[in-house]
T-cell receptor
Framework: DTEVTQTPKHLVMGMTNKKSLKCEQH?????MYWYKQKAKKPPELMFV???????INESVPSRFSPECPNSSLLNLHLHALQPEDSALYLC????????????????FGPGTRLTVL | GQNIDQPTEMTATEGAIVQINCTYQ??????LFWYQQHAGEAPTFLSY????GLEEKGRFSSFLSRSKGYSYLLLKELQMKDSASYLC?????????????FGSGTQLTVLP
């Protein structure tokens, strides 16, 4: 299995809603990532989990809350979002930073298209 | 910090060769990736360079010069399906994780 899956594919939410995005991989990868991508822009890194610990938080507002329950799962909890948070949210995974001989290719999931009304 | 530059748009003809350039300034350099992204889809891996030189993979080749902070992606025998955004991404390593920083992408249009 060389796939990263994300659910849901599309999400529409109001500014007072609470929702969660889910990401799963079964490649034994130990690093997982959340990116935000606006139209015609490159992916922007939000969070990195390395061995289930949050290792990078790129100054993301607290209305985005990541969670890594185990090495296969990554969640992004959303609360009180703003319309400007509407974007494609991409999850990615890679083998990990201390794997010998590994060049750490990141495998991307298909993304969740989020619209905040 | 990271600074990655690549052209915004390029156009080429089916069957031709196109070269997409990328220049970067970064600390903790740990390799350079090229990804292809079709509209509305996730990026897919094309190539990786960590040492200077050319890596060839079928119709795609990628080159790196670390001393010049320069890379290019070469696409041969262009096909219509190659119309996509091509993202140059620099990998850097901190104490706890590696991370990718993406350039703004080059939108390639292949014309018949």
């Amino acid at each position: 299995d060389t796939e990263v899956t994300q659910t849901p594919k599309h999400l529409v939410m109001g500014m007072t809603n609470k929702k969660s995005l889910k990401c799963e991989q079964h490649m034994g990868h130990r690093a997982m990532y959340w990116y935000k991508q606006k139209a015609k822009k490159p992916p922007e890194l939000m969070f990195v989990y390395s061995y289930e610990k949050l290792s990078i938080n790129e100054s993301v507002p607290s209305r985005f809350s990541p969670e890594c329950p185990n090495s296969s799962l990554l969640n992004l909890h959303l609360h009180a979002l703003q319309p400007e948070d509407s974007a494609l949210y991409l999850c990615a995974s890679s083998p990990g930073i201390r794997v010998s001989g590994d060049y750490n290719e990141q495998f991307f999931g298909p993304g969740t298209r989020l619209t905040v009304l | 910090g990271q600074n990655i530059d690549q052209p915004t748009e390029m156009t080429a003809t089916e069957g031709a060769i196109v070269q997409i350039n990328c220049t970067y300034q970064t600390s903790g350099f740990n390799g350079l990736f090229w990804y292809q992204q079709h509209a509305g889809e996730a990026p897919t891996f094309l190539s990786y360079n960590v040492l200077d030189g050319l890596e060839e993979k079928g119709r795609f080749s990628s080159f790196l010069s670390r001393s010049k902070g320069y890379s290019y992606l070469l696409l041969k025998e262009l096909q219509m399906k190659d119309s996509a955004s091509y993202l140059c991404a620099v990998s850097s390593e901190t104490m706890t994780a590696r991370q990718l920083t993406f350039g703004s992408g080059t939108q390639l249009t292949v014309l018949p």
